[in-house]
């Protein structure tokens, strides 16, 4: 049974930095792509980061290119995002998943919640 449990999320001030975490399980991690995704009051969920299952390859939203960056640590069956120069409009709650440009899976972890707000 795949398992997606989100952490790191909090309150931060704009300008502020958070580093998210996502530990799995029930899948062979080292073989999938991760990403990172998010959904703000009211919008539908987006796809924020990814990165392939080796790590050589990125893609990131246009609205947060040279502010976040995605990584992995294979032996721990984990995907990070860390996100910096936060802005008000990165507000969302935060929700990994496998896959590169959708969701691999159809099941979601409870996400975890990001407010930037002063």
């Given amino acids: 049974q795949v398992q997606l449990v989100e952490s790191g999320g909090g309150l931060v001030q704009p300008g502020g930095s958070l580093r998210l975490s996502c530990a799995t399980s029930g899948f062979t991690f080292s073989s999938y792509a991760m990403s990172w995704y998010r959904q703000a009051p009211g919008k539908t969920r987006e796809l924020v980061a990814a990165l392939n299952s080796a790590g050589s390859r990125q893609n990131f939203a246009d609205s947060v290119k040279g502010r976040f960056s995605i990584s992995r640590d294979n032996a721990k069956n984990t995907v990070y995002l860390q996100m910096n120069s936060l802005k008000a409009e990165d507000t969302a709650v935060y929700y990994c998943n496998a896959g590169y440009t959708a969701a691999a899976f159809t099941s979601w972890g ?5 407010t930037v707000s002063s």
Wanted: aromatic share 0%.
């Fill in 110 to 114: 409870q996400g975890t919640q990001v």
